[in-house]
């Protein structure tokens, strides 16, 4: 009788969890680099600084990866991430009384940019890449235009500025807040139909349409939310510099993309891990910490960071995926003639 294997449920995990390990590993990895050529990089003080900016590039990713999820990329996300900042100074105006409006102005700016790029991609089909990065050059335009009407040296509101130097079991809040988005995401996507929605709709958009659900609305609303979240890091930016300037977030171009990649997701949608992604974001950040505490040239900083990133392409959950499958696939017992079939 001719047989078939059966995929087990405690394999198809495994295989799904596979393509998220690398991060952890990389972690590791630089943890026992440090300890051994930059143990300051680890010290209490040295954390407990990467852990906001780690956080920072966190938030961002998590929008980037939400939008990698659908199959498109997002190249506006310094310069929302810098109008988000200047908001918060040129609306705030120093005021403690006026976060509230210029923490609205600064989301409600930023989704209107979100929805934009949304309806051109996701509505009129126009390539993501160009679009964004378009959108992204106009968005710089503004802050430069909109950063002339205040001094250089205004900073945003005191009690922003204060929140993000208390500590919260010895962490700045903004860390905290990082997380607690990351794990709001683990959640929605886990336990609620609109995030499992979400992600057949990326792995599979044909098949989504078929069965009803709106593609083209799920496309444009993820621009929107990731907007938002590029602003939260924003804001939080803001505080953590006091006085940010027109370039203030000019890694996050790369830094969200390159944390997705090497956080295990799926280039081509569907597939991706929030938690992974934010271990990659405080990853990247921790080895810019150690280089730094290295003492290497910033063309060797550089050198390293692209390493890493095509490292993260070569070792992509989608490469991995592959070759544990590979491994788990049945084959034929040793000796037995090509294209005879299992009997028993």
């Known amino acids: 009788m001719t047989t078939s294997s059966t995929g087990s449920p405690l394999i198809t995990q495994f295989v799904v969890a596979s393509r998220y390990l690398p991060v952890y590993l990389a972690l590791a990895v630089l943890i026992l680099v440090a300890a051994l050529w930059a143990p300051s990089s680890l010290s209490g003080v040295s954390l407990r600084a990467i852990a906001p900016y780690g956080a920072l590039l966190g938030i961002t990713a998590l929008g980037q990866m939400l939008v990698i999820m ?3 990329s997002d190249l506006s996300t310094p310069g929302v991430v810098t109008l988000a900042a200047a908001i918060m100074v040129g609306v705030g ?3 403690d009384d006026r976060i509230g409006i210029a923490i609205l102005t600064a989301v409600g700016v930023a989704a209107l940019i979100g929805l934009v790029n949304g309806i051109l991609i996701g509505g009129i089909s126009l390539n993501a890449l160009i679009v964004t990065l378009a959108m992204g050059q106009v968005v710089i335009g ?3 235009r909109y950063g002339r009407s205040f001094p250089v040296q205004s900073s945003g509101p005191e009690a922003l500025i204060d929140w993000t130097r208390i500590r919260i079991f010895g962490i700045s809040p903004v860390f905290w807040l990082g997380l607690a988005i990351t794990i709001f995401l683990i959640l929605g996507f886990r336990y609620t139909a609109v995030g499992r929605r979400f992600q057949v709709v990326g792995a599979n958009p044909v098949a ?6 709106r593609v083209n609305l799920n496309r444009i609303l993820v621009y929107v939310v990731a907007a938002v979240l590029y602003a939260l890091a924003g804001v939080a930016l803001a505080g953590l510099l006091r006085t940010p300037g027109v370039a203030a977030a000019n890694q996050y ?3 969200p993309i390159a944390a997705v990649v090497i956080g295990g997701a799926s280039l081509t949608g569907g597939l991706a891990s929030s938690m ?3 271990v990659a974001a405080i990853f990247l950040t921790g080895l810019n910490q150690m280089l730094l505490a290295l003492g290497l040239p910033t063309a060797i900083q550089f050198v390293v960071f692209g390493l890493v990133i095509i490292g993260g392409m070569l070792g992509s959950g989608d490469r991995i995926i592959k070759g544990v499958e590979w491994t788990l696939r049945d084959r034929r017992r040793p000796g037995r003639p090509e294209g005879q079939a299992q009997e028993m």
């Open 70 to 72: 659908t199959g498109g």
């Open 93 to 95: 105006q120093q005021s």
């Open 142 to 144: 503004i802050v430069n």
């Open 208 to 213: 989504s349409h078929v069965v009803g659900i």
């Open 253 to 255: 171009l790369l830094g």
């Open 276 to 278: 992974s992604t934010f």
